[in-house]
């Protein structure tokens, strides 16, 4: 008679496969939350500002950039 074997417990993967390459959401959304014109309405927005021109980030408000090839 052959030995019993045990089966092995199915193992779930944790990888993400449905999601895609880029993060979700629209430009205009993204723009209207941490655009320039709405970092400078209010206090904190201003301070936001400071600290990235402090750091020396290259873009200080990145959603309020156009795209090069014309595309708003």
């Not at 880029?22 to 927005?45: F, I, P, Q």
């Amino acid at each position: 008679m052959a030995p019993f074997r045990r089966a092995m417990p199915a193992v779930e993967c944790n990888r993400k496969k449905g999601l895609g390459g880029t993060l979700s959401g629209t430009r205009r959304a993204s723009a209207r939350t941490s655009g320039w014109r709405t970092r400078n309405k209010s206090v904190s927005g201003k301070k936001v500002i400071a600290a990235r021109r402090k750091k020396g980030r290259h873009t200080i408000a990145p959603a309020s950039i156009r795209k090069a090839n014309g595309k708003k």
